[in-house]
């Protein structure tokens, strides 16, 4: 019962912060979305799956909604789920601006609200460091793909510099180089001590990444996979590259087996 209750306070925490985040992220979304990294992002997420015929996609922890629109846009029957309620307020009002036709749905990405085998495509950002059981979620999403369909995930070792000297050694130069390329250090405007509270409780603050995420997606049942460890250098421009040179963002795609007649 107390392993349930801390459980579910820390899921409160997380999306009490990121409903505080909503709208600060959102401008960083949609300035994405008329930048050239639209195009980026769209190459990626598309460029590793099979061309022809719409994709039901689903986009988990959707946030402001940046990769739902990107593939609605390019026409694929898409939907969103999140847990915080500012973050889907955001995602529904960036899709109205860009008449992008989404399902949105305000749930636990932990246990997902689909039957079984409904989607082709799992997308996700940033979303999995965030997560109190994220062995538990992997399962979740890999039940809701389809035989043959893909998950694509990306994420970074986000505040493991807590747990980890090397990495406390690159965070601190990543906040001197901003200083001395004068560019907007990005810790610098967030809640970074109530944000540092959470992540120490959070099990992936503390792993090094995506080895382990390979080991548990193999474990709960994909068959194939491919990582990218340095993502970022394509799709980050250069201040995200100065801010977070010493977490670089890494790619995963892993497959559902294929059940061939």
């Known amino acids: 019962m107390t392993n349930k209750i801390n459980n579910n306070q820390l899921l409160n ?3 009490r912060y990121w409903n505080i985040r909503a709208e600060s992220y959102s401008e960083s979304n949609q300035q994405e979305l ?3 990294k639209q195009q980026k992002w769209r190459h990626l997420l598309l ?3 099979k061309e022809g015929g719409t994709l039901k996609v689903l986009d988990i922890g959707t946030g402001p909604g940046f990769f739902a629109i990107l593939l609605a846009l390019s026409g694929h029957d898409v939907t969103a789920i999140d847990a915080t309620e500012g973050m889907l307020l955001e995602a529904k009002q960036n899709a109205q601006t860009h008449q992008a036709n989404i399902q949105f749905i305000r749930g636990d990405v932990h246990q997902l609200p689909f039957a079984s085998e409904q989607f082709d495509l799992v997308v996700s950002r940033n979303v999995t460091w965030n997560l109190k059981a994220p062995q538990k979620a992997y399962s979740e999403w890999f039940r809701v793909l389809k035989p043959g369909g893909s998950l694509i995930n990306f994420d970074a070792n986000w505040y493991l510099h807590l747990f980890d000297e ?5 965070f601190v130069a990543d906040r001197e180089r901003s200083i001395e390329k004068q560019v907007e250090d ?3 405007n967030t809640d970074t001590k109530e944000m540092e509270r959470i992540a120490r409780q959070l099990p992936l603050s503390q792993i090094k990444r995506p080895q382990w995420d390979i080991n548990t997606l193999l474990e709960v049942g994909f068959s194939r996979y491919m990582i990218d460890t340095r993502i970022g250098d394509f799709v980050w421009n250069e201040e995200e590259k100065i801010n977070y040179g010493s977490t670089p963002m890494f790619m995963i795609h892993a497959q559902k087996q294929r059940i061939d007649n």
């Open 13 to 15: 925490d997380v999306t």
């Open 34 to 36: 008329l930048s050239e």
């Open 47 to 49: 460029g590793h799956i």
């Open 166 to 170: 090397n990495y406390w050694q690159g």
């Open 186 to 188: 990005h810790y610098v």
